[in-house]
């Protein structure tokens, strides 16, 4: 005979839905029976322009708990991010100046603001308190941690273990990480599994300035579109939550047939009977119905349905977008023999970095009025009028003066 759960089981169970993991449910059990509402603390470092759908899982979880009356604490983390979050990095990260980090984090209160209630939320800068400190501030708050005990952390473990430099600066990120808790009095702190080390700090951070430690609940992390590496703007296999619909639907439509079942659960709102009916039949057709139900949550469903029948006409008609962009490339782009492909395909946003550009051409995914650039040498004649394509979605004409 199955024994009914007390409600504060009940409780916790609802709260935890869909997470990974928490440290620990007996605190959030406790901290549920408060009479007041639980800071839901989650910190993002604008460290590029746009959110995509992998901030989303957080978003969308803390706006459920918005919801249910709680309230998120949304840190911009304009300091944290001129240092760079180390976590999953096998180098170090370029650092934002100040003017960058303001920049991001404008545009990432607008795009967060489609998923919560910003009116219904706090939103704090943690350089509104590191701003402040001085030098022997940051000294008391790295004699917090031992050496050792960052060194079991993966991403410096690792590291370490190849021979590869790790800054002073490097060790500081968690601990301004769990500094924020303590100013913010977070009850919980949410983020990715791969924060797991840093919430965790939070804990002890905050037990060691007298208060009551978060409880740390982490979060499923997204894979990106190619269904491999987590989600990510530099890796170029992110869907941002600013991209045109047409744009949002295309890319969700390369998702994996095997990631599809986890992108409905994270990224949607659907029905799980539902999602197990589509996914029982046509690939095709749930991939459709997925890219559909993301496009009109950031969207419409009237642009969802538009971006469907633009995207069946172009791939299945084999036609062309009814609208494709056309720019002029700048001058000091294009030399005696022409512009360079790679710093074409960067200049229009086609690629995020030369990197990446020479990767999409050497997998055969460039073409220049519909043929393959085999070569990434290769150059836009001058005086051209050129069609590049990236992928089966992206394509937009270029004149070379």
């Avoid at 440290?23 to 408060?34: G, I, P, R, W």
């Avoid at 979880?61 to 991010?81: M, N, S």
């Avoid at 009116?119 to 000294?139: L, P, Q, S, T």
Wanted: proline share 6%; charged share 25%.
């Amino acid at each position: 005979m199955t024994e009914t759960p007390l409600p504060s089981e009940v409780d916790v169970r609802g709260f935890l839905a869909g997470t990974v993991a928490c440290h620990t449910e007996a605190d959030l059990a406790s901290k549920l029976k408060l009479s007041r509402p639980l800071r839901i603390k989650l910190g993002v470092d604008p460290s590029s322009p746009d959110l995509h759908l992998g901030h989303a899982v957080q978003l969308r979880y803390l706006r459920r708990l918005q919801d249910q009356g709680h309230l998120p604490v949304l840190i911009i983390g304009d300091a944290t991010a001129r240092v760079g979050d180390p976590t999953g990095r096998n180098a170090t990260r370029p650092q934002l100046n100040a003017e960058q980090a303001a920049a991001n984090a404008q545009t990432y209160l607008e795009q967060a603001g489609q998923v919560l209630d910003l009116d219904r939320a706090e939103i704090v800068h943690n350089g509104d308190w590191f701003d402040r400190m001085g030098f022997m501030d940051a000294i008391e708050l790295g004699a917090f941690m031992t050496v050792a005990r960052m060194l079991e952390r993966d991403t410096f473990a690792t590291r370490h273990a190849a021979g590869v430099p790790i800054g002073i600066h490097e060790f500081l990120y968690p601990l301004m990480q769990a500094r924020d808790s303590v100013e913010v009095r977070a009850d919980v702190e949410i983020g990715g599994t791969d924060q797991t080390f840093n919430l965790l700090v939070g804990r002890d951070v905050m037990r060691d300035a007298g208060l009551e430690p978060q409880v740390c609940v982490t979060l499923p992390i997204l894979p990106g579109l190619d269904g491999v590496q987590k989600m990510s703007k530099s890796l170029g296999n992110a869907v941002g939550l600013k991209d045109p619909p047409t744009e949002m639907f295309g890319k969700v439509m390369s998702v994996p047939d095997a990631q599809m079942a986890e992108y409905f659960g994270l990224c949607t709102d659907e029905d799980p009977q539902r999602v197990e009916t589509l996914l029982a039949g046509s690939p095709r057709e749930a991939k459709a119905a997925l890219a559909r139900s993301i496009t009109a949550i950031y969207h419409d469903e009237d642009a969802a349905a538009r971006a469907s029948a633009e995207f069946d006409r172009v791939f299945r008609d084999r036609g062309l977008p009814d609208e494709i962009p056309e720019s002029e490339l700048p001058t000091d782009l294009v030399e005696d023999d022409g512009a360079w492909i790679v710093r074409v395909l960067t200049h229009l946003d086609l690629a995020p970095s030369g990197s990446a550009a020479r990767r999409l051409i050497k997998e055969g995914g460039v073409k220049v009025d519909g043929e393959k650039v085999q070569d990434e040498q290769a150059r836009l004649s001058r005086g051209s009028h050129a069609l590049v394509q990236v992928g089966k979605r992206r394509f937009h004409r270029v004149v070379v003066p």
